[in-house]
């Protein structure tokens, strides 16, 4: 079943000390574009979260929000940062010799600055990916695409049944097209033969009436293009019965109904045909909006 391109999906993680929040959302675009925002010390598993989500999904933005907090539940008590508490002090003096400043600074002044205290576990130097954090990330990641996913598929749903009925409403305008067609062609004869019985009391070559019959029926014949319209509402409810990405596929056959529909309208010579052709086209547009939802 077609997925929608909108959806939302969250989870939540707790692991170190800490509680990490999973948020993501997808809109519509015509490609796959995944916007990763996360803290910077988890750079080095960007590549391999970037990857989980292309896996599960092919088209539409994606952004994804990982954010952490203290878990003061589970936290130990924060430790003096000493090097940064160092490096407070020894700015201060520098300030105090080079501009004359009062270089006092008091425990709770130098405590009150940032960094200078810190949890335990930040103190030791982290020298790359660690697989514990990397498995608690993608399981959380995981947990919020599938959420995602989930959402999708039951927009699309909804988007398939709504497709589904416009283009029953497609094929009766266009049963509608194949039972008028003829009779544009008839009323042609009908009308130009009153006018030149009209103009010319009955007397005229019905050789040369019937050529021009003929060219007019040539001219106006629109049963190429509704064999191909109906070969288009076909494989449209056979893509949207697919469980594959199909929105570039709709995108591609409704520029293609389009165009049939547009050459009918040009060569229709008849007030029915053109206000069904009129109704199919605001019926297609309607269709490409939906369809343009659907990943």
């Known amino acids: 079943m077609s997925h929608s391109m909108t959806g939302y999906g969250s989870a939540v993680r707790s692991y170190g000390g800490y509680i990490m929040q999973f948020e993501m959302k997808s809109v519509n675009h015509r490609y796959a574009e995944i916007v990763l925002r996360m803290p910077r010390e988890w750079t080095c598993y960007e590549d391999g979260l970037r990857r989980l989500v292309q896996r ?10 990982i954010s952490k907090e203290r878990d003061e539940s589970s936290a130990l008590p924060l430790v003096l940062n000493r090097p940064v508490a160092e490096s407070y002090l020894r700015a201060a003096e520098e300030l105090g010799k080079r501009y004359g400043l009062d270089a006092n600074i008091t425990a709770m002044d130098l405590l009150s600055l940032p960094d200078a205290m810190t949890a335990p576990e930040l103190l030791s130097p982290v020298t790359g990916a660690e697989p514990e954090w990397e498995q608690v990330l993608t399981e959380g990641l995981e947990e919020a695409v599938i959420g995602l996913l989930g959402m999708r598929e039951r927009e699309g749903q909804h988007l398939v049944s ?3 009925q416009r283009l029953t409403r497609l094929e009766a305008i266009h049963g509608e097209l194949v039972r008028l067609a003829p009779e544009v062609v008839n009323e042609y004869r009908s009308r130009l033969k009153g006018r030149l019985a009209e103009l010319l009391e009955g007397s005229y070559d019905e050789q040369r009436f019937a ?3 003929a060219v007019f029926a040539d001219r106006s014949n629109i049963d190429e293009e509704l064999i191909r319209l109906k070969s288009h509402f076909e494989q449209c409810r056979s ?19 389009n165009r049939e529909t547009n050459t009918i309208g040009s060569k229709a010579n008849h007030l029915a045909l053109v206000n069904l052709v009129v109704e199919m086209k605001a019926e297609l547009e309607k269709i490409r909006e939906q369809a343009a939802n659907l990943e």
């Open 239 to 257: 893509l949207l019965q697919a469980f594959e990405p199909v929105g570039r596929k709709l995108d591609f056959l409704i520029q293609e109904m």
């Open 211 to 213: 050529m021009e019959v």
């Open 56 to 65: 599960h999904i092919k088209r539409g933005r994606i952004d994804v929000f």
């Open 162 to 164: 709504d497709l589904n």
